[in-house]
């Protein structure tokens, strides 16, 4: 069953969450451009009616079934989300990405989740989202830093998130992801639990399809993160998408990329494939 998912979260701004953008906007000002920006988008995408927008709220998160091969949970990480740690700085530590109270789903979406991932009799469960899951460490060397609009910056719902899926038995659950603006491939661990550890779920994160120009086949700076994260596995910085063809005893990513996209005439080429097998979120490797 081959098909793919470009899922992104930047329709109104970039790095916003609930009511809130990230250069200070009054928030009279946001909620009327969230609500024009909802709008519009409803109107342009194939969404159900129970998708029409109220105000600056509509009810993007949904399900899709396929037969019994998997259920694909689509997720809405921005509506609900408290506002970034450490004022949504890169590479800042500071106490608040340990919140308890801290929310990426919000609690309505979170206990629908979690609904449907004990109620899912599919061979694979998928979680297609907007940020990074991955807690890379981006800092090589002495020290730590994190993308804090990522999941790494809310690392109590990240943990309940494992947590839920590990206590359920769930070893077949795949992550799909954008906002990046590369390609990534790796696995999901609870904090502290690595190296050595075997992960629960596995993260496929696909590129931009024409932002920041052509971009690169390996970023010294990202090749320098992997060296400090085991649990990524490849990476690539070109423009591109990718393409899931799921099998019941198996999963693989193809990733697509194009050598420029600043003229016409790119060459489209598969850069990377990628398989996990089914029950054995460890086994991710090059095909």
């Known amino acids: 069953a081959p098909w793919f998912v470009t899922w992104d979260d930047h329709e109104i701004d970039n790095n916003w969450v609930s009511g809130e953008d990230q250069d200070g906007t009054p928030p009279y000002a946001f909620r009327l451009r969230q609500q024009m920006a909802m709008q519009a988008y409803y109107e342009h995408m194939p969404l159900r009616a129970s998708s029409m927008p109220m105000g600056t709220r509509m009810?993007?998160?949904r399900q899709a079934q396929f037969g019994d091969l998997l259920d694909l949970n689509l997720l809405d990480t921005r509506s609900f989300r408290s506002d970034q740690p450490c004022n949504d700085s890169w590479g800042v530590q500071c106490e608040a990405i340990n919140d308890p109270a801290?929310?990426?789903l919000g609690q309505a979406q979170e206990a629908w989740l979690y609904e449907k991932l004990g109620a899912s009799k599919a061979r694979w469960q998928v979680l297609a989202q907007q940020v990074m899951m991955m807690d890379l460490d981006r800092k090589p060397g002495a020290g730590q830093s994190e993308n804090l609009d990522s999941w790494a910056g809310y690392r109590t719902p990240r943990n309940r998130m494992l947590d839920q899926i590990s206590d359920l038995g769930r070893d077949s659950v795949i992550v799909l992801t954008g906002d990046e603006h590369q390609n990534y491939a790796g696995e999901l661990h609870l904090d502290g639990q690595r190296p050595g550890k075997k992960p629960i779920a596995t993260e496929f994160v696909a590129t931009s399809?024409?932002?920041?120009?052509?971009?690169?086949?390996?970023?010294?700076?990202?090749?320098?993160i992997q060296k400090e994260n085991e649990c990524l596995k490849w990476f690539n910085s070109q423009r591109g998408y990718?393409?899931?063809?799921v099998k019941p005893d198996?999963?693989?990513?193809?990733?697509?990329?194009?050598?420029?996209?600043?003229?016409?005439?790119?060459?489209?080429s598969t850069r990377m494939t990628m398989t996990v097998d089914h029950g054995a979120p460890g086994s991710l490797a090059q095909a």
């Open 209 to 224: 399809i024409s932002s920041r120009g052509d971009g690169e086949d390996q970023r010294k700076d990202t090749l320098a």
């Open 102 to 104: 801290a929310q990426v």
């Open 250 to 268: 198996q999963w693989q990513t193809e990733f697509k990329v194009v050598d420029k996209v600043s003229s016409k005439g790119g060459a489209l």
């Open 242 to 245: 990718a393409i899931c063809d």
């Open 59 to 61: 009810r993007l998160y």
